[in-house]
């Protein structure tokens, strides 16, 4: 039976997720909380199409190498941040409250150079702020692991950084609902709806403990995920094959519902469970 396996926000982009038991879909569509901060380029500020507010320059794994380097926790009832850069180092608490601009200083030394940890409403700093959470199958984490003999399934969740992990479905469950009618799947009384692949950058291709980066990593796995492509994929839905996770879409009717681990999953279109 399809259920959700585990459910993850990630409050300050780029940085460590947070494991929860259940979150409220926004009225933004988007799972409460995440990516509700970032580090952002202080000077530099553009404008994007039907957005009120200014979008910023954000840093995260594609322009900060090691970024795998310190741990963080964010503990959202006290609103405080906690960073070490090492076992051995000194832990360092902020609460983002009152203490933000201590933490961009703290940022700002670890970058080398000048950036501001700012918070923003939802949709926040999600990459594709009119789209919803990210959904991956415990049976493609496990089929992409395998496919390197350096990677466990933990390190694939780490890598590819998703928001909802289902489990009892077969690898690959989730491209299903890229076909050119896309349909979409429904936990509880929340729906979601399949609206893109989603492309990957540099950033799973790094060993998430070491930032050490697998050599032909986008070439090995682009190989591999065309090999396996299971018959039910709309090939023409993705642009290339260094693609994994769906990226979902949330209807108004659905926005404001909760969703939680052990919830169970129902597709119309549902394939024949793993």
């Not at 902020?94 to 940022?107: I, V």
């Not at 396996?228 to 642009?239: H, Q, R």
Request: hydrophobic residues 35%; contains cysteine; glycine residues 6%.
């Amino acid at each position: 039976m399809a259920r959700i396996a585990n459910l993850w926000v990630y409050p300050v982009k780029g940085l460590d997720r947070m494991s929860v038991e259940e979150i409220r879909i926004n009225d933004a569509g988007t799972f409460q909380g995440d990516r509700a901060y970032a580090l952002v380029d202080p000077e530099e500020r553009s404008r994007i199409e039907d957005r009120t507010d200014s979008v910023e320059k954000t840093f995260n794994g594609k322009e900060i190498d090691d970024l795998h380097s310190f741990e963080s926790a964010f503990d959202p009832e006290t609103e405080t941040l906690t960073l070490r850069i090492d076992e051995t180092s000194e832990t360092s608490r902020f609460d983002l409250s009152t203490d933000r601009d201590e933490a961009s200083d703290w940022f700002s030394e670890f970058v080398g150079e000048a950036v501001e940890l700012r918070e923003r409403g939802p949709p926040s700093f999600i990459d594709r702020p009119k789209l919803g959470p990210s959904v991956i199958s415990t049976g493609t984490l496990e089929e992409v692991a395998s496919w390197f003999d350096s990677m466990s399934v933990e390190g694939a969740r780490r890598r590819f950084r998703p928001n909802i992990e289902i489990s009892g479905v077969p690898p690959f469950w989730e491209d299903q609902f890229l076909r050119e009618n896309p349909s979409g799947f429904d936990v509880g009384r929340t729906r979601f709806e399949g609206a893109e692949a989603c492309a990957r950058c540099v950033v799973p291709s790094r060993d998430p403990d070491t930032g050490r980066e697998t050599e032909n990593f986008s070439a090995r796995f682009s190989e591999r995920r065309e090999q396996t492509l299971p018959e039910w994929v709309d090939e023409d839905a993705f642009e290339h094959f260094f693609t994994v996770m769906l990226i979902t879409s949330v209807p108004e009717r659905s926005r404001g519902t909760t969703v939680r681990v052990g919830d169970e999953v129902s597709a119309n279109q549902d394939l024949e469970t793993a």
